[in-house]
């Protein structure tokens, strides 16, 4: 096969949208705080910098939706709500890992990578007729580096 990876496209559009939902910032910032244990629902959102409420009630439901958070009511007043892993998202822990560990070997080569590439667009954009000095679009807004180099 020369290298190449067969793709079964019918498998593409199933897993995609897991993907896609796993894969978000803030799915990955919840699996990794509650990879440290149960937490309540206040514990996460201080644990999790920059996360609104809503977006950590949707989150969470959709990470319980698909079995990987457990959530758990208890009948006390005021009510207690604890958020845990479940085993399947326990499983989730290490590729999540592997997966920050490759972005942190390859922070440099990515930083270079984005920087060329604006540079370039910029060349394009300032020496394309399509694209005029005057031109009322604003140029895209620079990407912030992945981290903050030495």
Known sequence: MDGQI???HS??????????????????????TLAGGTRRFSELKRAI?????RMLTLTLR???????VKREVFPTIPPRVDYALT???RSLRVPVIALGQWVQANLDEI????????KAEQETR????????????PPPAPQEPLHARP
Do not use: H, N, Y
């Not at 910098?49 to 409420?53: C, T, V």
């Not at 959709?62 to 990987?68: H, K």
């Open 111 to 118: 930083d270079s990578a984005r920087e060329a590439f604006d």
């Open 87 to 89: 085993d399947l998202g």
């Open 11 to 32: 498998q593409c559009r199933r897993v995609a949208p897991i993907l896609q939902k796993v894969g978000d910032k803030w799915s990955i910032l919840i699996v990794m």
């Open 49 to 53: 910098d920059g996360i609104s409420q």
């Open 126 to 137: 300032e020496a394309s007729p399509l694209w005029p000095a005057s031109a009322t679009a």
């Open 6 to 8: 067969a793709v079964d």
């Open 62 to 68: 959709g990470l319980e939706r698909d079995g990987l």
